[in-house]
């Protein structure tokens, strides 16, 4: 605790007619920007085209906006594992996502858009046949459940409101499944534009009150323990690099791929890309110094916490309500767009022949989802790097390998060698989190083990020369 600020905070207390004025007016302009997408829709158009995707019409603009907001709902995570272990956020949250978003921009957009897809798995579907596009589907649902974002949401309006978690959550889901079923994509992109501007503006500012109230990198290496400002933070090397495995993941993001889909072309989807790359490192250089500095200023405050207790008490009032509004911005642009997505792949892709009105199917399973995600975030204890850590290696080491092989070497691995690889590792990594190891064999995480047997397989179909049917 240094000067007025405190760990423990009933943040509802600070709160003036102003900042609440402020909050309201940015969410009333959220809510009004889905309504003026949705009057935007135009009359002669594939309703269930434009629900999934609009119309494939996303200009670089729509695109940046959609896709730069959709990558930072999980706020409170990234701060709490600044907290713990200082820059190694910016190293495994950020520097090995910036490697992999330059690929998917460079070497995979341009393949992306020539299958015409509407979703991931339907991708993988058209690569690898009918049976690979249901593995792709239950795979791609684990990704995109929005446990975190979930949560996320119930922290915030915890904090804020001083609602207990459970209901928290309850309450942030249903809102936000009530506004993006609604419109769909449409809905997902206008409220994005609002949400981009202001999360973006709110970091900014709590990262220059910062320096400018306790000063610079001198004043955090003067009250930071040295491992904050070491690659690793404490970890070890191993569990380092398993984070660029995990950001490798992105190359088989539905988000990246939705947006890809939905983009005029591949011109505007790789120049995209590109500049929300830059966004994204602004971004978090932002977040990173403001957790530090919350770690120096607020050492005894709940880690997922600290950093949203010392920006509303370094704010006056007014930016105070404007910083509140935009952590609850950051949150929504990525839970209404993740819940979005894996309704669509329990519509889409998972049951794609149970549905004739699939936008209504979509519409339902929002809020199952919803609620499914609640119930998770619960038997998760609320732990955001679990999560993150859990389903993302998932991701990478099951999914990765297969698509990559597909895009680089079309038509020799068929649907069944597919599924197997991909189920293969699932059952590898899954063995390898539970089974009893020491040494260094403790150290090394279940994710290496499932993409290496996952490219070893591979790879060893390739050299026999199987070649999938046409």
Same mark, same amino acid.
């Given at each position: 605790m240094q000067g007025n600020f405190v760990a423990n905070l009933a943040v509802s207390k600070l709160l003036t007619p102003l900042d609440l004025g402020v909050i309201v007016f940015i969410l009333l302009l959220t809510f009004a920007s889905v309504l003026f997408g949705h009057l935007r829709r135009p009359k002669n158009t594939n309703k269930f085209l434009d629900y999934m995707l609009m119309g494939r019409q996303l200009t670089l603009p729509l695109f940046v906006a959609t896709l730069a907001a959709t990558w930072y709902g999980g706020i409170f995570g990234v701060n709490e594992i600044t907290f713990n272990y200082g820059i190694y956020n910016f190293v495994t949250q950020g520097v090995f996502w910036y490697i992999a978003y330059i690929i998917f921009a460079l070497f995979l957009v341009d393949k992306i858009k020539n299958y015409k897809s509407i979703t991931l798995p339907q991708a993988a579907g058209q690569l690898f046949g009918e049976h690979a596009r249901k593995t792709a589907a239950v795979f791609t649902f684990l990704n995109v459940l929005p446990i975190s974002y979930?949560?996320? !949401?119930?922290?915030?309006?915890?904090? =804020?409101?001083?609602? @207990?978690?459970?209901?928290?959550?309850?309450?942030?889901?249903?809102?936000?499944?009530?506004?993006?079923?609604?419109?769909?994509?449409?809905?997902?992109?206008?409220?994005?534009?609002?949400?981009?501007s202001i999360m973006c503006l709110s970091v900014l500012l709590v990262a220059l009150?910062?320096?400018?109230?306790? +000063?610079?990198? @001198?004043? !955090?290496?003067?009250?930071?323990?040295?491992? *904050?400002?070491?690659?690793?933070?404490?970890?070890?090397?191993?569990?380092?690099?398993? %984070?660029? +495995?995990?950001? #490798?993941?992105?190359? =088989?993001?539905?988000?990246?791929?939705?947006?890809?889909?939905?983009? /005029?072309?591949a011109k505007t989807a790789k120049t995209g890309i590109l500049i929300c790359t830059f966004i994204w490192f602004c971004f978090d250089l932002c977040t990173t110094s403001g957790a530090l500095y919350a770690r120096a200023i607020l050492p005894d405050a709940?880690?997922? *916490?600290?950093?949203?207790?010392?920006?509303?008490?370094?704010?006056?009032?007014?930016?105070?309500?404007?910083?509140?509004?935009?952590?609850?911005?950051?949150? #929504?642009?990525?839970?209404?767009?993740f819940l979005f997505i894996a309704s669509n792949t329990f519509a889409y892709d998972l049951f794609r022949d149970k549905f004739k009105n699939k936008v209504l199917a979509n519409q339902i399973f929002f809020f199952l989802i919803?609620?499914?995600?609640?119930?998770?975030?619960?038997?998760?204890?609320?732990?955001? /790097?679990?999560? %993150?850590?859990?389903?993302?290696?998932?991701?990478?080491?099951?999914?990765?390998?297969?698509?990559?092989? +597909?895009?680089?070497?079309?038509?020799?691995?068929?649907?069944?060698?597919?599924?197997?690889?991909?189920?293969?590792?699932?059952?590898? =990594?899954?063995? %390898? *989190?539970?089974?009893?190891?020491?040494?260094?064999?403790? @150290?090394?995480?279940?994710?290496?083990?499932?993409?290496?047997?996952?490219?070893?397989?591979?790879?060893?179909?390739?050299?026999? +020369?199987?070649?999938?049917?046409?």
């Amino acid at each position: 605790m240094q000067g007025n600020f405190v760990a423990n905070l009933a943040v509802s207390k600070l709160l003036t007619p102003l900042d609440l004025g402020v909050i309201v007016f940015i969410l009333l302009l959220t809510f009004a920007s889905v309504l003026f997408g949705h009057l935007r829709r135009p009359k002669n158009t594939n309703k269930f085209l434009d629900y999934m995707l609009m119309g494939r019409q996303l200009t670089l603009p729509l695109f940046v906006a959609t896709l730069a907001a959709t990558w930072y709902g999980g706020i409170f995570g990234v701060n709490e594992i600044t907290f713990n272990y200082g820059i190694y956020n910016f190293v495994t949250q950020g520097v090995f996502w910036y490697i992999a978003y330059i690929i998917f921009a460079l070497f995979l957009v341009d393949k992306i858009k020539n299958y015409k897809s509407i979703t991931l798995p339907q991708a993988a579907g058209q690569l690898f046949g009918e049976h690979a596009r249901k593995t792709a589907a239950v795979f791609t649902f684990l990704n995109v459940l929005p446990i975190s974002y979930v949560l996320s !949401l119930g922290v915030f309006l915890q904090l =804020v409101f001083g609602f @207990e978690l459970l209901p928290a959550m309850a309450l942030g889901t249903f809102v936000v499944c009530v506004y993006a079923a609604w419109s769909g994509l449409r809905a997902v992109v206008f409220s994005d534009i609002i949400q981009f501007s202001i999360m973006c503006l709110s970091v900014l500012l709590v990262a220059l009150m910062s320096f400018k109230t306790f +000063g610079g990198i @001198e004043f !955090l290496k003067s009250a930071l323990p040295a491992t *904050h400002f070491s690659i690793t933070g404490g970890n070890s090397w191993l569990n380092t690099f398993v %984070w660029a +495995g995990i950001a #490798l993941a992105t190359l =088989v993001d539905p988000s990246f791929y939705q947006r890809c889909f939905a983009a /005029k072309d591949a011109k505007t989807a790789k120049t995209g890309i590109l500049i929300c790359t830059f966004i994204w490192f602004c971004f978090d250089l932002c977040t990173t110094s403001g957790a530090l500095y919350a770690r120096a200023i607020l050492p005894d405050a709940l880690p997922k *916490h600290a950093y949203f207790l010392y920006a509303v008490q370094l704010l006056p009032s007014g930016l105070r309500g404007f910083f509140i509004a935009g952590i609850l911005c950051t949150i #929504l642009s990525t839970l209404d767009s993740f819940l979005f997505i894996a309704s669509n792949t329990f519509a889409y892709d998972l049951f794609r022949d149970k549905f004739k009105n699939k936008v209504l199917a979509n519409q339902i399973f929002f809020f199952l989802i919803g609620g499914a995600a609640i119930l998770l975030a619960l038997i998760f204890d609320g732990s955001f /790097k679990k999560i %993150w850590f859990v389903l993302g290696s998932y991701m990478a080491a099951c999914l990765l390998a297969p698509m990559m092989f +597909g895009y680089f070497f079309p038509k020799k691995i068929t649907g069944k060698q597919f599924s197997f690889s991909v189920w293969l590792s699932a059952i590898i =990594v899954t063995v %390898w *989190h539970i089974v009893p190891r020491a040494g260094f064999l403790a @150290e090394v995480e279940g994710f290496y083990i499932g993409l290496i047997v996952n490219i070893i397989f591979l790879g060893a179909i390739l050299l026999k +020369g199987k070649y999938a049917k046409a």
